[in-house]
């Protein structure tokens, strides 16, 4: 991780810089059950000029149309605020799209929210970054 230096990051922030982390992975690994065990049912996402609810970003996941294959993150970061967690990552995703493999460097913003003993993803935001 970089961004925020380890020593001042909480070990609950950590905790879900870590889940972030592996959300990409479930995401590669089209493991919708896990996914939809994390996503908030009121969770948004917005990539692409698209903004889905969270049965579309699932049902995106489970048809590959949207095929996830590596997130490389070069930077997170995490603010909290009360029960929610704000992380923010520079990563280069690689991803099949209509058949075609790309590589687009993005900067990503998940709202993670507190229920209960866990923490649920609420939003996620691709925002492609230019000239990198």
């Not at 970061?77 to 799209?97: F, H, K, N």
């Not at 590589?103 to 913003?109: D, I, S």
């Amino acid at each position: 991780m970089t961004g925020t230096p380890q020593s001042t990051v909480s070990t609950e922030m950590q905790s879900v810089i870590e889940l972030s982390r592996q959300k990409w992975l479930w995401m590669a690994d089209r493991n919708v059950a896990e996914l939809a065990a994390l996503f908030h049912p009121s969770a948004r996402f917005v990539h692409m000029g698209a903004t889905l609810d969270c049965k579309s970003e699932l049902d995106v996941v489970r048809s590959g149309q949207i095929q996830y294959k590596h997130a490389d993150i070069s930077e997170t970061s995490a603010e909290r605020i009360g029960d929610t967690v704000i992380v923010y990552s520079r990563l280069r995703l690689t991803a099949v799209v209509g058949g075609n493999e790309v590589v687009n460097p993005f900067a990503v913003t998940e709202v993670y929210v507190r229920q209960g003993d866990s923490w649920k993803l609420g939003s996620m935001a691709f925002t492609r970054l230019l000239g990198e």
